[in-house]
């Protein structure tokens, strides 16, 4: 069940099944007080989100495409598409500087089927988990770094499931120096890559054991069940799924939480820049260069900046499980202003129960962007 969780976003049929034609918000349309998110251009199974200048939005959709949404202040905003990588699913973007856009491609299948192209060549059908560069004029993507050759060598010391190799970049942040930020969900990582495809490992995630959640539904043998009872302890991997800069210059790392997707359990961690093989321990969190921001969050896919805190996008508040079970009411996720009032933490959500299934969130400002759902007919959304 854990390896659902980690290919979050790779086609998984019972997620798209249970995601696909979800509507974009819950008070879908144009008007409405503040706190209803509008939608500002229709899209298909968004993920990526990169708010690059005032009312322009950098996007991807289902299929691997990325494009720039240009909001004008009469009439439907402009969608100037700029390339595709190759990935069924919606890559993560982030513009780097000098006006490089990065592309983060997950894992496309079984790691014995997934090939990658040739380094600083242009993308090919079919590729690994992958860091992608483009540039203005440029005819398409080119690779900068192989993710899964390298976590193939860099194993995970918290694999649960006997697949330390395994390898699915998820979120991605650049840096000011030009190297960028990788949070791999899958090798329980976060990795930095280097202009020329050097990567190393910034920290480790360890393990939570947290205890199965009531309300799960009954799974038949060959179906991986039965499901453990409810109430009882397992040990659930991070899953780290997004990575941002916070104001104060630290790194801060967003969890989605492994099986069973108990709601509540998912961490905001901060960690030291520069900082090499630390390790986020959920038992000694207090202590080293990776400690715990936030706690008390569910199924994190993708965390932002802003002047007063983190803001941390939350795929279902039920959990991504009861999500992929098609359980009613799960399609429901939220958005959180997280912050810090000395040593306590506050959470606050914005438009709640507004957003259904969100892919992707960016602030710049006073701007937020979210994308979603994640599967099927989705927006970018403006949201106040």
């Not at 819950?26 to 968004?46: K, V």
């Not at 120096?177 to 329980?188: C, E, P, Q």
Request: proline share 10%.
């Amino acid at each position: 069940m854990n390896r659902t969780a980690v290919r979050i976003g790779t086609g998984v049929a019972a997620l798209a099944l249970a995601t696909a034609g979800a509507p974009a918000l819950a008070g879908h349309g144009h008007g409405g007080n503040g706190a209803t998110p509008q939608t500002i251009t229709e899209l298909d199974g968004p993920r990526g989100v990169d708010i690059v200048g005032r009312g322009k939005t950098l996007v991807t959709e289902t299929g691997g495409a990325f494009s720039l949404v240009i909001e004008r202040k009469r009439g439907p905003a402009k969608v100037i598409e700029l390339g595709t990588v190759p990935s069924g699913i919606p890559p993560a973007i982030a513009q780097g500087r000098h006006g490089t856009i990065y592309l983060l491609v997950g894992a496309a299948g079984p790691p014995e089927e997934e090939t990658v192209p040739e380094l600083g060549t242009d993308a090919e059908p079919a590729a690994s988990p992958t860091l992608y560069k483009w540039r203005w004029g440029w005819s398409a993507p080119r690779p900068v770094a192989d993710i899964g050759a390298y976590q193939a060598r860099d194993l995970d010391p918290y694999d649960q499931e006997g697949h330390p190799e395994e390898s699915n970049p998820f979120g991605l942040a650049a840096l000011k120096d030009g190297t960028v930020l990788v949070a791999d969900a899958a090798g329980n990582d976060l990795l930095r890559v280097w202009p020329g495809g050097r990567i190393k490992t910034v920290a480790r995630f360890t393990p939570r054991v947290v205890e199965t959640p009531e309300g799960l539904p009954e799974v038949p043998p060959e179906e991986g069940g039965p499901l453990p009872p409810a109430g009882t302890p397992i040990p659930a991997e991070s899953v780290p799924t997004s990575v941002t800069v916070g104001k104060d210059g630290y790194w801060y790392v967003g969890e989605l939480r492994g099986f069973p997707a108990t709601p509540g359990t998912s961490q905001i961690w901060r960690i030291k820049p520069g900082s090499t093989d630390a390790v986020c321990d959920s038992e000694r969190w207090w202590r080293g260069r990776c400690t715990r921001y936030a706690d008390g969050l569910t199924s994190i896919t993708d965390l932002a900046t802003g002047s007063r805190g983190i803001y941390a996008l939350s795929l279902s508040k039920a959990g991504w499980l009861p999500l992929e079970f098609g359980a009613p009411g799960a399609e429901v996720g939220g958005l959180y202003l997280v912050g810090k009032r000395g040593h306590r933490t506050w959470t606050r959500e914005i438009a709640p129960d507004q957003l259904m299934i969100p892919g992707g969130v960016d602030v710049r400002g006073h701007q937020i962007r979210v994308v979603g759902p994640l599967f099927g007919p989705g927006a970018l959304l403006r949201v106040r």
